[in-house]
């Protein structure tokens, strides 16, 4: 079993920034491909990024490239997302994912969950 603790989340204004975090504990963290969904409301959940198990590669939604920067640090079990230049579209519940599976764009690609943090964006 793998367990995700997302922290971070807030209430930005446009423009803004934040960076997520999220810690792993359980199973080996370097084994897993790391990424985060968001979810808003009355929407599907939906890939925003994902970096795999050693950090060589990354993937990213057209939506957030060049805007966002996912990266690990295998010695602290921790996921970051940088988050920057925000717009009110960004706004959603922000989940981090483990996945065997490489690349993990779909959720259903994921083996594990976190419990998600919120980011709120006002315009």
């Known amino acids: 079993q793998v367990q995700l603790v997302e922290s971070g989340g807030g209430l930005v204004q446009t423009g803004g920034s934040l960076r997520l975090s999220c810690a792993s504990s359980?199973?080996?963290?370097?084994?897993?491909?790391m990424g985060w969904f968001r979810q808003a409301p009355g929407k599907e959940r939906e890939f925003v990024a994902a970096?795999?198990?050693?950090?060589?590669?990354?993937e990213y939604a057209v939506s957030v490239k060049g805007r966002f920067t996912i990266s690990r640090d295998n010695a602290k079990n921790t996921v970051y997302l940088q988050m920057n230049s925000l717009i009110p579209e960004d706004t959603a519940v922000y989940y981090c994912?483990?996945?065997?599976?490489?690349?993990?764009?779909?959720?259903?690609?994921?083996?594990?969950w976190g419990q998600g943090t919120q980011v709120t964006v006002s315009s």
């Open positions: 359980g199973r080996p963290f370097s084994s897993y491909s």
């Open positions: 994912a483990a996945a065997i599976q490489w690349p993990p764009v779909v959720p259903t690609t994921v083996n594990y």
């Open positions: 970096i795999r198990r050693g950090g060589s590669s990354t």
